[in-house]
């Protein structure tokens, strides 16, 4: 039997995989029902692959971290709508994607784990300067400051974007979604993201003016265009217990290689996702 594994942070790349009908139709067959009607309800071949893979990452951990067969994981969902594993909740596990990029992050010792991926550069119609006065209420007067404390634009860009980023990791990390303020959720950057997988961890989450000693957050760019923060929340004395783990890009046939059949074949739903590829822009 494999050795068990405790943690896991991983990264997959849609654009690497050129998908045939078959192996569409096989990862479609190996996840759950509705799983698999929340894939082919998307219109665009990004988000189906975006949300499959995603599916087959969370199983590869729990198969891997458990030593269960893949047709016994059941994944569920809690009260707030966030994917977990009923049979252990101390296995904890988020997932994220954007642009080309799904991301996953997996703990096995029953701490909180947020996971966010973000694109760090502005791509919206509007001037910058009328896209922040838009999004004024979401960040502190601190942060505000943060933002603009490098007078280039590009700077502006990537230090709104991290922000962001951090926030989405910890309201992940807690599974309430946006049921508080984003402007109360309130980050102090300590250190610049330099280079490519080279982490941050002291950046400081404060909450009603008060500095919470119970949170991490492990930030990192992916490329140089994409930045992840993991958001890790426990006792503040167990923090030490999580270091930053790099995280490793997995392949299309890593997600396949050890998945097995848990619905009948659809091939019409394979076909279907199949021709949104063909149609993309990862086809064209």
């Known amino acids: 039997m494999a050795q068990k594994i405790a943690r896991a ?3 997959f790349d849609r654009t690497s995989w050129v998908p045939t009908v078959e192996e569409l139709n096989f990862a479609l067959s190996s996840i759950h029902p509705e799983e698999r009607d929340r894939v082919m309800k998307y219109v665009f071949y990004k988000d189906a692959i975006a949300t499959l893979s995603g599916r087959l990452m969370i199983r590869k951990f729990l198969a ?3 030593g269960l067969p893949w047709a016994d994981i059941a994944v569920g969902r809690d009260e707030n709508e966030k994917p977990i594993f009923p049979s252990d909740i101390s296995l904890q596990f988020n997932v994220s994607h954007q642009g080309k990029y799904t991301i996953f992050a997996g703990e096995s010792s029953g701490a909180k784990v947020g996971v966010d991926i973000m694109e760090i550069k502005y791509t919206g119609g509007k001037p910058l300067k009328e ?3 838009l999004m004024s209420r979401q960040f502190s007067k601190q942060e505000w400051e943060k933002i603009h404390e490098n007078s280039l634009p ?9 922000l962001w980023s951090l926030k989405e990791s910890y309201i992940k990390a807690t599974g309430v979604g946006m049921k508080v303020p984003l402007k109360d959720i309130d980050f102090r950057i300590n ?3 330099k280079s490519v997988a080279e982490f941050v961890e002291d950046t400081e989450l404060f909450l009603e003016g008060e500095k919470q000693e119970n949170w991490k957050f492990q930030e990192v760019l992916i490329d ?6 993991v958001a890790i929340h426990c006792q503040s004395e167990e923090l030490k217990n999580y270091p930053c783990l790099p995280f490793c890009e997995v392949m299309a ?8 059949t848990a619905l009948p074949a659809d091939e019409k739903a394979a076909e279907d996702l199949f021709k949104k590829y063909l149609e993309s822009e990862d086809r064209k």
């Open 9 to 11: 942070r991983w990264f």
């Open 64 to 66: 891997e971290a458990t």
């Open 131 to 133: 896209f922040f006065r």
């Open 154 to 162: 590009t700077r502006q860009e990537r230090t709104f974007y991290r």
């Open 191 to 193: 250190s610049p993201l």
């Open 224 to 229: 140089e265009n994409y930045g992840a923060c």
């Open 253 to 260: 046939q890593d997600l396949l290689k050890f998945c097995t």
